[in-house]
């Protein structure tokens, strides 16, 4: 017989119960990411599950610390030279406070698409770089040896150096935890068990054994959730400037990360997304965050999913996850501090492991598109660090997204004998052309990168053209004109006006026809880009002297067009 189905608010009890499993040993181990003190990671994520909780959209997104953003806030407090461990801290924490307020700003402006300022393959290329990244640098934690350099590649060599010193009781633990992790994520009965707080439990139970100090294995240490106060970062102007720079960067992973797993989930069950209110809702977890020294938050995908798979029917799920790390925390916090580094490390290992998937980068060689981007972010991370490997990838992006757009084909088009379709005659061979006019439209929108050239490719058609009667512009592409387009556009209609050729607009955007109106350029009245269709455009040209080509071979004067 089956079993009686869950109430919506059962389901989320449950889901709740579940993830708060995963979610503390997480919270604990992305401090160690970040290089900050224990608490951060958790009181980052009482402030992501309960300001979200209150104010976010989605029904399964997970506000936590993440992985990604934890190494990014390393990356970017490291770059600042020349202070103080406890004066970086401080700029650390200033960061997540900055970019907190950057979304706050960003929601209130609806600037939700800001997330599509990084291309899907660069953060594709970064995840993969961030998550071998993180797994490297976890491995020193498990074996107890310290690596003098950070970037990744002495960073290797140093690991490799130091052989001799490694713990192989360290490691054989990071591995055994690993296994148990893979196991019971692959045992389906097991799925609503939270894998990371039984192995957390097994590791503790051998510290308290006494057998991870026999070991020379060493815990987390001490869980000071009691110094976490109140008070924002006191930083003169100078480092505020420096604060606010980087924090732009973290701002924009974390909330590239954020809306993806927001909107990925929101598709699969066909939920709306509102991208200016979790603007608002990130913003106020991360400044709740910084204003306890917490790390900062977003909405990762693994606890994101974890929520959903444990069937989560509402936001109410994390809430609930939230009292129950309470309650944790309470209860458990001296058992807390005895984690052994070796089990956190196998947790973050774990949680990263799915981003180490070389196959989503195969689609970009199967269609040779974005292979150099995805890759050079890749490498960028590697070579050059986290937070530089990151601006650097999403520079070559939107530099290869320029030189497309500056490189706009300019299409001769021409009608196809069954219709009134005007097409690309490239493309299409049997479109016939119109005589004594040439019809063109740029294969890019028009912008201050290529108004110029595209104009210049048009005049030159023009002067190859003797006899030429009219321009027929399609601008279909171009649903608005930047100062440059329209100048570029006024200096053609003038050439065409003292050639005595006439130039007419075709396939017009409302908004450009509204610019037009404004800008009233000399030799283009209001009829001459009024036509909704090339077609339309042609019909309204009155070209006396020239004979006009239509379907089934016959001919007549262009004046009766």
């Not at 990014?72 to 004066?87: C, E, F, G, Y």
């Not at 006024?490 to 109106?517: I, P």
């Amino acid at each position: 017989m089956r079993g009686k189905r869950l109430t919506p608010a059962g389901a989320d009890w449950i889901a709740g119960l579940s993830i708060a499993g995963l979610l503390l040993p997480e919270a604990v181990a992305y401090s160690g990411i970040a290089g900050v003190p224990p608490q951060a990671g958790v009181i980052a994520l009482f402030a992501g599950l309960l300001v979200y909780g209150l104010l976010g959209r989605s029904r399964f997104a997970i506000v936590s610390s993440t992985s990604s953003s934890a190494a990014v806030l390393l990356a970017a407090s490291s770059s600042v030279q020349h202070v103080t461990a406890d004066h970086r801290a401080l700029m650390g924490v200033g960061m997540v406070l900055v970019a907190g307020i950057v979304f706050v700003l960003a929601g209130l402006l609806r600037l939700g698409a800001i997330s599509q300022f990084i291309a899907k393959p660069v953060l594709r290329g970064f995840a993969i770089g961030l998550a071998l990244t993180i797994v490297v640098k976890q491995l020193p934690l498990a074996v107890g040896v310290h690596p003098a350099h950070s970037d990744f590649l002495h960073f290797g060599w140093d690991l490799l150096g130091l052989l001799p010193q490694w713990n192989w009781r360290g490691l054989a633990m990071l591995v055994l935890a690993l296994l148990a992790l893979l196991a019971l994520r692959l045992l389906g009965r097991w799925k609503a068990v939270p894998g990371a707080l039984l192995v957390i439990a097994a590791g503790i139970a051998l510290d308290a054994a006494g057998y991870c100090k026999a070991w020379g294995i060493v815990p987390v240490g001490s869980l000071e959730l009691g110094s976490a106060h109140l008070a924002v970062p006191e930083l003169d102007w100078a480092d505020w400037l420096r604060v606010g720079q980087l924090a732009v960067a973290l701002a924009l992973i974390l909330y590239a990360e954020s809306y993806s797993s927001i909107r990925s989930l929101a598709m699969r069950h066909g939920d709306e997304v509102s991208a200016n209110r979790d603007l608002l809702a990130l913003g106020g977890a991360n400044i709740a965050s910084a204003l306890f020294q917490g790390l900062p938050v977003g909405a990762g995908f693994s606890a994101s999913s974890a929520n959903e798979t444990a069937g989560a029917q509402s936001k109410a799920a994390g809430l609930i996850a939230c009292a129950v790390v309470a309650l944790l925390v309470w209860q458990l916090l001296p058992w807390m501090e005895r984690i052994p580094e070796p089990m956190l490390a196998a947790i973050v290992i774990h949680a990263v492991g799915h981003s180490l998937n070389w196959k989503v980068l195969q689609p970009y060689f199967a269609w040779k598109r974005d292979r150099a981007v995805a890759l050079t972010a890749f490498a960028a991370v590697i070579v050059l660090g986290v937070l530089d490997g990151l601006l650097l990838a999403m520079v070559v992006s939107i530099v290869m997204l320029l030189k497309r757009m500056a490189q706009a084909r300019v299409s001769e088009l021409g009608r196809l004998e069954d219709g009134h379709d005007f097409v690309d005659r490239q493309t299409h061979p049997e479109a016939l052309p119109v005589a004594g006019l040439l019809i063109v439209r740029p294969e890019e929108r028009m912008f201050f990168g290529n108004a110029d050239a595209v104009m210049a490719e048009i005049s030159a058609r023009v002067h190859d053209r003797p006899g030429l009667q009219a321009v027929v512009l399609s601008l279909e592409e171009c649903p608005d004109l930047d100062s440059t387009s329209i100048e570029a556009l006024t200096e053609l209609a003038s050439q065409l006006a003292k050639a005595g050729v006439q130039l007419r607009l075709a396939r017009v955007k409302d908004g450009v026809r509204d610019l037009l109106q404004r800008v009233q350029i000399a030799g283009l009245s209001p009829d001459s880009y009024m036509a909704w269709s090339v077609d339309d455009a042609v019909s309204a040209l009155i070209l006396p002297s020239v004979v006009h080509q239509v379907p089934g071979g016959a001919t007549q004067p262009a004046s009766s067009i």
